[in-house]
């Protein structure tokens, strides 16, 4: 019991590292994600100096490399914008460059079941090239049907310490009743055998050179020298050789209850060409009843040099370098077998059901069931692992290089009342047999990649993968560079993207002049005012040979005009609704204001009847604007007017108004009518002809309330 609670406190020990971990990845790639995540935000797209910087400073930028495209004295920068925002410039679509991400199918062969599962497509496509623009997310379809009869490899590894010796009674018959059972969901398949017990050294088997010879407690019995790992068997489809080498078996012994069945799992998965697996679905049954010793605990040895993570098996099938390496860690396991696409079936007794169980969390596509006391019911227990295995599909994907991110969205149901689940990796539970399941997975770059990357996508348990050749779109295509333009002034520089790139000591938007040229007050004149004062180029640019070079969003002779400073809506400039230009907005269509917050439309003042503001006022901005004496949404209100309760009172065929949810006349204040009060004594302030005081017909009237008639008085006191 001791040493079942100490491995649970160190798997949840190992889980808690392990999702610390995870959260410092994540917290590193959060670090380095896009800059602008939100990118549906309208007008986030900014100048930028060069095609390149503009393409990836926000996937909805575009440049254009018109000719000539800018004014004079504009910043080449303002050839950057959304792609609308340019061609209502003036800038000609072949002159816009705007990369877009996109996907091409290199391979996509159709899902067939083959002949009994033989050469069955199971997943399609097999081969996609795709090129991510960095922001933009580009998304793919992969599809997966579970085909009957696929070929299976079967590799019993069990634990062949002393108190497992009535279970290896039954094992040894397990060979024949196994295949049959197999062999009723699929024509092809092969079993193995393995087995281990622990380490060699103290204090883990007893070094006594009597009991490594026969650790077993009397010698009467049939008992081998302890050993850490030995396969015996490599796949076959041979019953009866299944059955003569288990025959041939027998216990062994070891001092602590944990076992060495991690070295085993290990060597079995990285040994791929002595255990003999083939390219099929690969399940691995380990069978014991005890705990298993993980990382760190060789120390307690001796042994100090982590697992190597290779096969170390010799000519008998021996882990012969068990005293050498600690045992492997839960990571190590759980990745040897990934990597091997080898799925996991714990056979263990209840005792230790719950290790194993949570075991299982930290091992993707792996099964748990509870083995009986001598392993009669594993035949079953095999059956049912491996029928809830093969019928969950989960896609998942390599390792992804740095600044690459992926989504799934799982399709699992019926075409008619399928619902989709995101997460990072794909799956669908109780998948029928030639039932097709979909997958969407969503890709998205936040940088450059330096080459292109294979990205390996494949359906856990199952042999097939589908290849994604990445690409990152981070250049553009500029088919109009020349080198010595005649347009930069007759070959002063290099023309690029509709740019000119100046040779040295040349400068201007088209290298017109030299640095020599610049400290000429002549030349610094043509960037002031007329009248001489204020800063070069109005301190928002730079003057280059007499003429001002502006910077962002300014424009203009002297760059006098800012494209980014009208006014603004609820905190949009120009309101969303329009585009600024010197300082002024220029609304849309059906838009008018100074920061075009208004909307021509009228539906919001139209009353019941169609009428515009009940006729007491006008429409502005879609909102009614009412005449003096007039108010409410729509100027149906004035405060000179009969209440409908007072109309109703004078006469009682006219109905009142009644609340909207029903309820009799309104109880708290009536629509007023257009008759003017008039022969009324009260006091102008003093509103009359209120519902609760109304005594007529309708719920609005309280039993036994007396008719409202002027001002109230206060009630008199009658003395005692």
């Keep these: 019991m001791v040493a079942l609670l100490t491995v649970l406190v160190l798997l949840l020990a190992l889980r808690r590292g392990e999702s610390e971990l995870d959260a410092k990845i994540s917290s590193a790639e959060k670090a380095t994600e896009w800059r602008d995540p939100d990118l549906s935000l309208l007008g986030s797209c900014q100048p930028a100096p060069s095609c390149r910087e503009c393409i990836l400073s926000h996937p909805s930028c575009a440049w254009c490399k018109q000719l000539n495209f800018t004014a004079s004295g504009e910043a080449e920068e303002r050839r950057c914008g959304p792609a609308q925002e340019l061609l209502a410039r003036g800038c000609a679509p072949t002159a816009l460059e705007e990369p877009r991400g996109r996907q091409e199918v290199l391979q996509e062969r159709p899902l067939g079941s083959g002949f009994r599962g033989e050469g069955a497509t199971q997943l399609t496509p097999q081969r996609v090239r795709v090129a991510l623009r960095p922001g933009e997310p580009q998304r793919l379809a992969v599809h997966f049907r579970r085909a009957e009869g696929y070929p299976v490899d079967l590799y019993y590894l069990m634990d062949l310490s002393y108190s497992m010796k009535d279970d290896l009674e039954r094992v040894r018959q397990l060979g024949h009743d196994l295949l049959v059972r197999l062999r009723e969901v699929t024509q092809s398949v092969r079993i193995g055998f393995g087995s281990f017990v622990d380490k060699t050294v103290l204090p883990f088997v007893s070094t006594v050179p009597a009991k490594l010879r026969h650790p077993c407690p009397t010698r009467l019995e049939r008992c081998q020298p302890p050993f850490s790992f030995r396969h015996v068997l490599s796949l076959t489809g041979d019953a009866t050789a299944f059955e003569r080498e288990v025959g041939r078996q027998s216990v062994s012994g070891n001092l602590d209850s944990p076992e060495g069945g991690f070295d085993a799992i290990l060597q079995a998965a990285l040994c791929q060409e002595k255990i003999g697996w083939r390219n099929v679905s690969r399940l691995l049954v380990f069978t014991s009843d005890d705990t298993f010793h993980t990382a760190g605990d060789g120390k307690l040895g001796g042994i100090f040099m982590p697992s190597d993570g290779h096969c170390h098996l010799d000519s008998n099938g021996l882990y012969s370098r068990s005293p050498e390496f600690d045992y492997p860690s839960v990571g190590q396991v759980a990745q040897a077998l990934s990597a091997a696409n080898i799925q996991p079936i714990f056979a263990v007794t209840s005792a230790t059901l719950p290790v194993y169980q949570e075991l299982s969390k930290l091992i993707p596509k792996s099964a748990v069931g509870e083995l009986s006391e001598d392993s009669s019911n594993v035949v079953q227990l095999i059956m049912d692992a491996y029928n809830s295995l093969s019928s969950t599909v989960t896609l998942e994907h390599s390792a992804l290089p740095p600044g690459v991110h992926i989504s799934y969205e799982s399709l699992c149901g019926d075409p008619e009342k399928r619902e989709a689940e995101a997460g990072d990796r794909g799956q669908c539970s109780h998948v029928p047999i030639n039932h097709t399941v979909n997958f969407l997975v ?103 040979c007499g003429r001002c070079s502006c910077s962002g969003q300014s424009s203009g002779p002297l760059c006098e005009c800012d494209d980014a400073s009208c006014e603004r809506h609820e905190g949009i400039l120009c309101g969303g609704f329009g585009h600024c230009q010197c300082g002024r907005c220029h609304c849309h269509a059906n838009r008018t204001g100074s920061a075009c917050e208004c909307s021509m439309d009228t539906d919001s003042c139209l009353g019941p009847e169609g009428e515009v503001c009940s006729g007491r006022g006008d429409c502005k901005c879609n909102r009614c604007q009412c005449r003096d004496g007039y108010f409410g949404a729509l100027c149906e209100q004035c405060s000179g007017c009969k209440t409908s309760c007072e109309r109703h009172r004078e006469d009682p065929r006219q109905p009142a108004a009644v609340l909207p949810g029903g309820g009799g006349s309104r109880r708290h204040g009536c629509v007023d009518s257009e008759t003017p009060r008039e022969r009324r004594g009260s006091h102008p302030g003093h509103r009359v002809g209120l519902c609760r005081g109304h005594r007529g017909s309708g719920a609005g009237a309280g039993p036994g309330l007396p008719a409202f008639r002027g001002n109230l008085r206060p009630p008199r006191i009658q003395p005692l």
């Design 442 to 544: 969503t890709l998205q770059a936040t940088r450059c990649l330096p080459e292109p990357h294979l990205l390996r996508l494949r359906a856990l348990g199952f042999s097939e993968e589908l290849t994604v050749e990445l690409h990152t779109l981070c250049d553009c295509n500029c088919s109009d560079t020349q080198p010595q333009a005649p347009h930069c002034s007759d070959g002063q520089g290099h023309l690029q993207c509709g740019v000119c790139s100046c040779a040295p000591g040349r400068l201007g938007r088209l290298c017109e002049c030299s640095e020599a040229e610049l400290s000429s007050p002549d030349l610094e004149s043509g960037c002031r005012a007329p009248n001489g004062t204020g800063p070069l180029c109005s301190g928002k640019g730079r003057c280059q």
